[in-house]
């Protein structure tokens, strides 16, 4: 079922670029719930290239930045641009190409990961300052406003204490992979663009412009096994900076591996046919447990010997 005639393109990049706007916007000021609903601010720029052409998909990422820059500031203006207009712009590019999926996923986060880390480096060189201490200054303040709320609510002083010790680990903890959630960040931003605008553009949109795929067929080649050997052997070498780059290579080739798990469930929870519902509670409860989280990494790992879904054989 396309969009009807009548919608013409100015109309469909208004609606999708107010629902760009509002999607942003809602990771900026409402906690938790908008920060989820801001990894979609992508899909409906997504949607507008590819329905309107390129001019009608820039002018709506314009439209948004101005927006953006109005109401949240050019920082957040600048981050908008890359991490969701860019994305959209490069999956669009690539999907006019006929790129598989991978290619075309993998492409626009290294090219949105890649300019705005090259426009961070640029402004903190301009601030003459570290981005690893501004990063650790920005979330030490945080603790701070938190160990207060604390004290103004007659906490005990030992409990406010306790916190702040623990926070602060906490801060040590995220500086130390902070390079690894950057580069998991891009992937998500641009795995959920992908996807999800394939399933909206397969309901409202004309013609064939996503290549086919099953997603729950999708596998990691056999050989990236050897990413996961090689940077789990550095993770414990004695050299500080080999070992810290390793550890953040292990937890993005660790997240691959989750990806690759969470397929197998949906493999499953299609072949049951679970109920729509509860397969969101199922996803809800793999992704905020830990233990769950294991679990479906460890599926991901060994399926190349299990091969759990019996799509194809398993050269080992």
């Known amino acids: 079922m396309g969009i009807p005639v009548r919608y013409t393109t100015v ?7 107010l629902l760009s706007f509002l999607l942003f916007l809602a990771g900026v000021y409402v ?5 989820v609903l801001s990894l979609f601010s992508a899909v ?7 329905y309107g052409g390129r001019k009608s998909g820039l002018i709506g990422v314009g439209v948004v930045t101005i927006g953006v820059v109005l109401l949240a500031g050019i920082e957040r203006g600048g981050l908008f641009v890359v991490e969701y207009g860019l994305t959209a712009l490069i999956l669009t590019e690539t999907l006019r190409r006929g790129w598989p999926p991978e290619p ?3 492409t626009a986060a290294g090219l949105s990961l890649g300019l705005g880390l090259l ?6 060189n301009a601030q003459q300052a570290k981005p690893m201490t501004v990063l650790r200054e920005e979330l030490r303040a945080s603790v701070t406003q938190m160990s207060s709320f604390y004290q103004e609510q007659d906490q005990e002083e030992e ?4 916190l702040q010790e623990y926070l602060e680990r906490i801060i040590d903890i995220f500086v130390y992979i902070f390079p690894a959630l950057v580069i998991i960040g891009a992937l998500i931003n641009s795995t959920l663009t992908y996807l999800v605008g394939r399933s909206v553009w397969e309901k409202w949109g004309t013609g064939a412009r996503f290549p086919p795929f099953t997603l729950s067929h999708w596998s990691l080649p056999d050989y990236f096994i ?9 993770s414990f070498l004695p050299l500080a900076s080999l070992r810290f780059l390793a550890r953040n290579l292990l937890l993005v ?3 691959c591996y989750l990806l690759q798990g969470l397929v197998i469930v949906h493999f499953y929870f299609e072949k049951t046919k679970i109920p729509l519902l509860l397969r969101i509670v199922g996803y809800l409860l793999l992704v905020i447990q830990p233990v769950f989280l294991f679990v479906v990494t460890g599926l991901g790992v060994f399926d190349l010997w299990v091969n759990f879904r019996r799509i194809q054989p398993k050269a080992v």
């Open 31 to 35: 906690p938790l719930l908008g920060t």
């Open 44 to 50: 409906p720029l997504l949607f507008s290239f590819l």
């Open 119 to 124: 426009l961070l480096l640029f402004y903190f």
């Open 253 to 255: 080739v660790l997240f």
């Open 104 to 106: 075309s996923i993998l």
């Open 11 to 17: 109309t469909v990049g208004g609606i999708t670029s």
């Open 226 to 234: 050897w990413s996961l050997i090689v940077t789990g052997f550095f």
């Open 159 to 162: 409990q406010a204490a306790s």
